[in-house]
T-cell receptor, first 114, second 115 residues
């Protein structure tokens, strides 16, 4: 199993551009989520999904969209990038949406918005 | 809103000493408390976790304790080694919408182990 994979590893955008960060897992996990990590801020939940066709907002959802058309994929879309979205983005998955399931993280995408 | 506070933000110890990192949480419904280690430029890696029906859990040099009444939990690393140097994050399960499986993270502790 490859686990949780993310592409790209690095990305530079100009303000106003749009892009999609890709996340995939091959463990048949129901639950997937997106976090952003900023210096001194820990990880903050952006959006999450408890299964195909179901998504919901986390702590910091503004400026981001998600969809979950398959169990394996959970892309994160930035519609109009802003410098405040410069961050490292991590995707995570767990077997179910149960509160006691272990979450496994992808390798991250470092995004810079100029 | 709900939050997790983590202390200290930085911790420096001599090799062989013990290190303790403490976290407090606000959501009384939280029942899962993982600890992650993150090395520079890498993803967070789970090192130990504890569920609310357990007060203490140990895995070799690492242990976690949980006090649900006081809403705090701690990470203990004994006989520290230079390779323990990293940023450590605590987290607590929290409910958003219809899911109880989300995590809220502390802001991290940068541990430095000096040889």
């Amino acid at each position: 199993n490859a686990g949780v994979t993310q592409t790209p590893k690095f990305q530079v955008l100009k303000t106003g551009q749009s892009m999609t960060l890709q996340c995939a897992q091959d463990m048949n996990h129901e639950y997937m989520s997106w976090y952003r990590q900023d210096p001194g801020m820990g990880l903050r939940l952006i959006h999450y999904s408890v299964g195909a066709g179901i998504t919901d907002q986390g702590e910091v959802p503004n400026g981001y969209n998600v969809s979950r058309s398959t169990t394996e994929d959970f892309p994160l879309r930035l519609l109009s990038a802003a410098p405040s979205q410069t961050s490292v983005y991590f995707c995570a998955s767990s077997p179910t949406a149960a509160s006691t399931d272990t979450q496994y993280f992808g390798p991250g995408t470092r995004l810079t918005v100029l | 809103g709900e939050n997790v506070e983590q202390h200290p933000s930085t911790l420096s110890v001599q090799e062989g000493d013990s290190a303790v990192i403490k976290c407090t949480y606000s959501d009384s419904a939280s029942n899962y408390f993982p600890w992650y280690k993150q090395e520079l430029g890498k993803r967070p890696q789970l090192i130990i976790d504890i569920r609310s029906n357990v007060g203490e859990k140990k895995d070799q040099r690492i242990a976690v304790t949980l006090n649900k009444t006081a809403k705090h939990f701690s990470l203990h690393i004994t006989e520290t080694q230079p390779e323990d140097s990293a940023v450590y994050f605590c987290a607590a399960s929290i409910g958003y919408g219809g899911s109880q499986g989300n995590l809220i993270f502390g802001k991290g502790t940068k541990l430095s182990v000096k040889p």
